[in-house]
C-alpha cells in the first residue's frame, strides 16, 4: 500500500472524523499490538473527548501475552476499555462485544436516568492505515448482522451495521493519519510493514531489525537461521544469507534478498513473537 501522508490528506482525515465522531457514543480504536503508541495518532485523544473510549490490541497473535498484558495495563491504567485482538479470527468477537456492553453501562444508565429506553450505542472503527480496520469490521459483523440503511435526517449517507439490539457500528472506518515526524515513529511504522517498501532502504532495514532482536530476543536468530548471534548487525546478515543460500549471479551473496527474508518472517511472525516498543521502554 502507499504510505505517503500530505497535509492535505490529513486535513481531509480530520474534517471526515470530525463529522462522523459527532455521530457516535463509543470510538473503538484499533492500534497494532507490535508497536501500541506508533501506530496511534494522539489527535484522537482531542478528537474523541466526551465519548466511551475502547482501545483494541489487533494482530495479538503476532506479539507474547506478556508483551499484550503490559499493554493492557498501560492503557486501562490510562481509563481505556482495552481488548486484545485477532481481527481475523471471529471468535475473539465475544470478548469485544462484552466489553463494549461494559464500556456503555454508563450511556445506558444515564439514557434511563432521561427517560429514554433501547437507544443503541453508537460505535465507530479508527485508526491509522493497515492496523486491520476493514478486517475487524468484517469479522465484527459477520453475515449475521443486518444493515439498517440511512436515518434521515440525522445520518445522511451513513450506513449503520447492526450488531445486535444494543450496539450499531458505522460501516466505513475513520482513518487517522499516522505521526511520521518522531524518527523512532517513522522506522517502526517501516518495520512492520506500514510503509511502501519500494522507497525505503531495505538493508538498513534490516540492521535496525537484527539489532534489536539480537538485544531484546537474545538467541531468536541463532534458532531461526541457525547461527552464531554474535557480532555486528551486518556480520549476522552475512550468516543469514550464507545459512538460506542467498546466492545473486556470480557467486556473490545476495544481501537484499537476505535483508527481505528477515524482514519478511518478521512481518509473518515467523522470526518469533516480537514487540517493538513496551511502555516501560516508551511509554
Ligand atoms: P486497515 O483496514 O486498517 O487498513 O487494515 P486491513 O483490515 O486491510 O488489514 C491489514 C492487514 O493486516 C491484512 O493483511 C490483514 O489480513 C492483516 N490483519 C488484520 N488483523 C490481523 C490480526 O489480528 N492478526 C494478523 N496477524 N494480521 C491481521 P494483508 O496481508 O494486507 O492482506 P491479506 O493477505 O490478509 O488479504
Same mark, same amino acid.
Given at each position: 500500500m502507499q504510505y505517503q501522508w500530505y497535509p492535505g490528506?490529513?486535513?481531509?482525515?480530520k474534517r471526515m472524523m470530525q463529522e462522523d465522531i459527532k455521530l457516535i457514543d463509543l470510538v473503538i480504536e484499533l492500534v497494532d499490538a507490535?508497536? @501500541?503508541?506508533?501506530?496511534?495518532?494522539? #489527535?484522537? #485523544?482531542?478528537?474523541?473527548?466526551? /465519548?466511551?473510549?475502547? !482501545? !483494541?490490541?489487533? /494482530? +495479538? #497473535?503476532?506479539? =507474547?501475552? /506478556? =508483551?499484550n498484558a503490559a499493554w493492557?495495563?498501560?492503557?486501562?491504567?490510562?481509563?481505556?476499555?482495552?481488548?486484545?485482538?485477532d481481527a481475523r479470527n471471529r471468535s475473539g468477537m465475544k470478548q469485544v462485544? +462484552?466489553? !463494549?456492553?461494559? +464500556?456503555c453501562q454508563e450511556k445506558f444508565e444515564r439514557d434511563r436516568k432521561r427517560g429514554i429506553l433501547n437507544r443503541p450505542v453508537r460505535a465507530m472503527v479508527v485508526g491509522i492505515p493497515n492496523v486491520g480496520k476493514s478486517t475487524f469490521i468484517n469479522s465484527f459483523a459477520g453475515k449475521a448482522c443486518t444493515k439498517t440503511g440511512n436515518k434521515?435526517?440525522?445520518?445522511?449517507?451513513?450506513?449503520?451495521?447492526?450488531?445486535? /439490539?444494543?450496539?450499531?457500528?458505522? %460501516?466505513?472506518p475513520g482513518i487517522l493519519w499516522p505521526k511520521f515526524d518522531d524518527q523512532q515513529v517513522g522506522l517502526r511504522l517501516a518495520l512492520i510493514g506500514s510503509?511502501?517498501?519500494?522507497?525505503?532502504?531495505i538493508h538498513e532495514l534490516s540492521m535496525e531489525l537484527i539489532g534489536y532482536v539480537k538485544v531484546h530476543y537474545p538467541g531468536m536468530l541463532k534458532e531461526r537461521y541457525g547461527i552464531?548471534?554474535?557480532?555486528?548487525? %551486518?556480520e549476522i546478515l552475512t550468516s543469514i544469507a550464507e545459512a538460506r543460500k542467498c546466492i545473486k549471479k556470480g557467486n556473490e551473496l545476495d544481501y537484499d534478498k537476505a535483508a527481505s527474508l528477515v524482514? %519478511?518472517?518478521?512481518?509473518?511472525?515467523?522470526?518469533?513473537?516480537?514487540?517493538?516498543?513496551? @511502555?516501560?521502554?516508551?511509554?
Amino acid at each position: 500500500m502507499q504510505y505517503q501522508w500530505y497535509p492535505g490528506h490529513m486535513t481531509k482525515a480530520k474534517r471526515m472524523m470530525q463529522e462522523d465522531i459527532k455521530l457516535i457514543d463509543l470510538v473503538i480504536e484499533l492500534v497494532d499490538a507490535r508497536i @501500541p503508541l506508533s501506530s496511534r495518532n494522539p #489527535d484522537i #485523544d482531542q478528537l474523541g473527548q466526551n /465519548k466511551f473510549r475502547m !482501545i !483494541i490490541l489487533n /494482530k +495479538a #497473535d503476532l506479539v =507474547s501475552e /506478556k =508483551s499484550n498484558a503490559a499493554w493492557s495495563e498501560y492503557f486501562k491504567s490510562k481509563g481505556y476499555f482495552v481488548v486484545q485482538l485477532d481481527a481475523r479470527n471471529r471468535s475473539g468477537m465475544k470478548q469485544v462485544n +462484552a466489553v !463494549i456492553e461494559k +464500556a456503555c453501562q454508563e450511556k445506558f444508565e444515564r439514557d434511563r436516568k432521561r427517560g429514554i429506553l433501547n437507544r443503541p450505542v453508537r460505535a465507530m472503527v479508527v485508526g491509522i492505515p493497515n492496523v486491520g480496520k476493514s478486517t475487524f469490521i468484517n469479522s465484527f459483523a459477520g453475515k449475521a448482522c443486518t444493515k439498517t440503511g440511512n436515518k434521515p435526517g440525522v445520518t445522511k449517507g451513513k450506513q449503520w451495521i447492526r450488531l445486535n /439490539k444494543n450496539v450499531e457500528l458505522l %460501516d466505513t472506518p475513520g482513518i487517522l493519519w499516522p505521526k511520521f515526524d518522531d524518527q523512532q515513529v517513522g522506522l517502526r511504522l517501516a518495520l512492520i510493514g506500514s510503509m511502501n517498501d519500494e522507497v525505503l532502504n531495505i538493508h538498513e532495514l534490516s540492521m535496525e531489525l537484527i539489532g534489536y532482536v539480537k538485544v531484546h530476543y537474545p538467541g531468536m536468530l541463532k534458532e531461526r537461521y541457525g547461527i552464531e548471534e554474535e557480532g555486528t548487525a %551486518d556480520e549476522i546478515l552475512t550468516s543469514i544469507a550464507e545459512a538460506r543460500k542467498c546466492i545473486k549471479k556470480g557467486n556473490e551473496l545476495d544481501y537484499d534478498k537476505a535483508a527481505s527474508l528477515v524482514l %519478511d518472517e518478521f512481518r509473518s511472525g515467523t522470526l518469533g513473537k516480537i514487540t517493538l516498543e513496551l @511502555p516501560e521502554r516508551n511509554g
